[in-house]
């Protein structure tokens, strides 16, 4: 299986075996919600972050005395996940570890997502088991790209994202994949980030202190996206300046600076997730209104 494709009355979704990624997001009316993948500017649409969020200083990844070779962002998002369910509106996609894996990451675990279309929503569900003797550490997000603007022609400089509370607490900024030392103070009016493309000329925002569990996406009398999370603790939000995509991304861990290093299992925000036991996270996309 290459892709498979899950429709309701008003959402269809197509998603590829590669990274389980969702590559097409519409409306019913055509509205097209997923970035397509321009391959001049970025080629992905919607990777799913594993076993690691950002990057590790040389791309190593340390364990008992060992080092192993991971990419930015994990490798979940380069692997073919195997389809175990597909009905008219959700799918289930699963990664099970394998000698290509444990030449990365040295744990057995297994990762299934379920993506589901549930009335005007797309909902990504996560379960990451552990099915090794030693507890399991790992980092998971997401980094769904959505078109900006979402409705061709209108001005990117309208749109904003709001947040449910208040976000008093400091931004980061990830550069090439590490975070920086250094806060940012915050830049929102009233709860509400203003967005234009230079928000972006130094990289990804990283909302750290995150106290919102949901946000909206939309300008004056366009569609709305209202995003929705749990078990995640962290969010971040990145585009390339000039390019036609937003990534809202929810995390569970952070990167670290790029003079870190030592045992990954002792990285800050790294889950340890028991032999036997299970973690689930999810976030649902919801179109409010379309206009």
């Known amino acids: 299986m290459d892709s498979c494709t899950i429709q309701n009355l008003f959402l269809k979704a197509a998603i590829r075996a590669r990274g389980a990624e969702v590559c097409e997001f519409q409306t019913v009316s055509g509205l097209d919600l997923i970035w397509d993948g321009d391959p001049g500017l970025w080629s992905r649409h919607a990777p799913h972050l594993f076993p690691v969020v950002g990057r590790l200083k040389g791309d190593i990844l340390q364990h008992n005395g060992q080092e ?19 009905t008219r509106e959700d799918c289930t ?7 290509t894996t ?26 990451l088991i552990n099915k090794g003797d030693e507890p399991l550490p790992a980092n998971i997000g997401a980094l769904p790209a959505f078109r900006w603007p979402l409705v061709p ?12 509370v208040p976000e008093p607490g400091p931004i980061r900024r990830l550069v090439d994949g590490f975070m920086e030392e250094a806060p940012h103070s915050a830049t929102l009016d009233d709860r509400t980030l203003n967005l234009n493309d230079a928000l972006f000329r130094e990289d990804t925002l990283v ?8 946000i909206r996406y939309d300008m004056p009398g366009s569609p709305v996206l209202e995003f929705s999370w749990e078990g995640f603790q ?19 861990g952070l990167p670290g600076a790029a003079n870190s290093e030592g045992e990954f299992t002792q990285r800050p925000g790294v889950t340890l997730i028991p032999v036997g036991a299970r973690r ?12």
């Not at 996609?93 to 000698?99: F, H, K, N, S």
């Not at 549930?118 to 909902?123: A, D, V």
């Not at 996270?281 to 919801?286: A, E, K, Q």
């Open 153 to 164: 022609g209108t001005r990117k400089d309208k749109y904003r994202i709001k947040f449910e």
């Open 280 to 291: 689930a996270y999810r976030y649902s996309v919801t179109v409010i209104s379309e206009s």
């Open 234 to 252: 962290n969010l971040a939000i990145w585009t390339k300046p000039g390019a036609g995509f937003l990534c809202i991304q929810p995390w569970r």
């Open 207 to 214: 909302f750290e202190q995150l106290r919102s569990r949901k």
């Open 68 to 86: 192993y070779r991971m990419p930015p962002h994990g490798f979940a998002r380069g692997m073919d996940f195997k389809l175990i369910r597909l």
């Open 102 to 127: 444990r030449a990365m990451y040295p744990f057995a675990f297994e990762l299934r997502i379920n993506i589901a279309l549930e009335g005007p929503s797309l909902r990504i569900f996560y379960e």
């Open 93 to 99: 996609l699963v990664l099970r570890d394998d000698e």
